[in-house]
């Protein structure tokens, strides 16, 4: 494609997402991934040039997994959560915070963005307690209450907010939170017009299938009849959610494309899959 047609694509987008807020959740594997990771810095910043309020929710897991490995510490893992003890707890939090987020922090700012870094425990961004849905799985939270005055002040002042999933309860403790679930929850209370599961996958596949776009009724029948499952469960299912708390829609891409971020907002074929309530 000539390059003045897929300027004149991406524009009816740009006008119709300017001052919108895009929650993305950047998955741990793809931070790993140096120029996927370069291409998604330079995308992020692009989108706040054009008028978009990004919000970034990062992972970290494969970094945790690894100097957990060097250090010679259990890893465990329960219906998908990584079982938290107190010792795992730090080496989360200083994975997740003292690293990931501050390396993000300072490549978008390096990039021409004006970026900052939080955790859950910064402003009480994240009020949180602790999930027992799967029994005892040590310090692995859920987020009861996300302080979008914090937020949206950040975003009057024109940064990009980069947003580590650490919570903290009514006691102090201190708890690992998955990346998804953070970032819909972001998504949710700022009623924000995306969500943008940015992982190591193409996007949801029926088969060998990738399905380019569903309604929240299909996404349900595809978790019911065991179409998807593993990893895609959990992250359709945040999906869901945000959708049925007024997000308007919700893509699954590959970061590991280089550029499938700017590819999937602002051209009209996309690259992963959309998930909606309906489609016109």
Do not use: W
């Not at 490549?107 to 994240?126: A, P, V």
């Amino acid at each position: 494609m000539k390059r003045e047609a897929i300027l004149l694509e991406a524009l009816p987008y740009i006008k119709k997402f300017y001052n919108k807020i895009f929650v993305i959740k950047l998955g741990g594997s793809v931070i790993k991934n140096s120029k996927a990771k370069e291409a998604f810095i330079k995308d992020t910043v692009l989108l706040k040039y054009t008028g978009i309020n990004p919000i970034v929710v990062h992972g970290g897991g494969t970094e945790i997994s690894e100097l957990m490995n060097r250090l010679g510490m259990k890893i465990e893992f329960k219906n998908g959560y990584r079982v938290t003890d107190k010792k795992t707890m730090e080496i989360v939090e200083m994975i997740l915070v003292g690293k990931i987020n501050k390396d993000i922090v300072l490549n978008l700012n390096l990039n021409g963005g004006k970026s900052i870094g939080l955790s859950g425990k910064d402003g009480n961004l994240f009020y949180s307690e602790k999930e027992t849905k799967f029994g005892d799985i040590g310090s692995v939270g859920k987020i009861k209450k996300v302080n979008i005055d914090l937020i949206n002040k950040i975003l009057e002042d024109d940064y990009i907010p980069v947003v580590a999933p650490i919570g903290f309860d009514r006691n102090g403790v201190t708890y690992n939170i998955n990346a998804d679930i953070a970032a819909s929850e972001i998504a949710k209370a700022l009623k924000a017009e995306k969500l943008i599961l940015m992982t190591d996958v193409d996007g949801v596949f029926k088969g060998k299938k990738l399905i380019s776009s569903i309604t929240v009724k299909e996404a349900y029948e595809l978790i019911e009849n065991g179409i998807v499952s593993g990893g895609m469960v959990p992250k359709l299912q945040c999906a869901i959610s945000a959708i049925e708390n007024s997000v308007k829609a919700v893509h699954i891409i590959n970061a590991n494309v280089e550029h499938s971020l700017l590819i999937e907002i602002f051209s009209d074929k996309g690259i992963g899959t959309i998930i909606k309530e309906e489609f016109e």
